[in-house]
């Protein structure tokens, strides 16, 4: 179980129309930041079907092509269940950096799923950046993410 975010990979992003706005966002918080992304869309505020770009930035992730993802859509929710449905995704869903902090050292969450109707920009760039920089603790946490697979 990979620990660590590997940063020589970028991140995957994507989001519904919902999400688009602040996906937008998020991408001129990672590029001040210098971190590479990849950006699997939507590219408009045009209505759009989230699992559109859940599957492809879960694939991406679950396949180690992705450091790891960020998926938006109004709340958070459709993103989230559709990337958990990927056997090797680990998808939380955040609303404040605590959570976000939570889901990467006791669940090592891999893709964090940001409801964009519902924080501000700053909130989801505090999400993102906890996101990035807290590691899997590991320990008893371990034996419970190793339950979760079917």
């Keep these: 179980m990979n620990n660590t975010i590997d940063f020589s990979k970028p991140i995957a992003i994507g989001s519904d129309h919902a999400g688009f706005e ?43 092509e992705n450091a790891f993802g960020i998926l938006l859509c109004g709340s958070g929710n459709g993103v989230c269940v559709t990337a958990n449905k990927h056997q090797g995704i680990r998808a939380a869903l955040c609303w404040d950096a605590e959570i976000a902090s939570l889901a990467r050292r006791h ?44």
Excluded: Q
Excluded at 28 to 47: V, W
Excluded at 133 to 143: I, K, L, P, V
């Design 22 to 64: 602040m996906k937008e966002l998020v991408i001129s918080y990672l590029e001040g930041k210098d971190f590479k992304y990849k950006d699997f869309g939507t590219y408009s505020a045009e209505p759009a079907d989230y699992p559109d770009f859940a599957h492809p930035v879960a694939r991406a992730v679950e396949a180690g």
């Design 107 to 150: 669940n090592n969450a891999n893709i964090i799923c940001i409801p964009a109707r519902f924080v501000s920009e700053y909130v989801a760039e505090e999400m993102v950046d906890v996101f990035v920089n807290t590691e899997f603790e590991g320990g008893r946490h371990a034996n419970r993410v190793n339950k979760i697979g079917c």
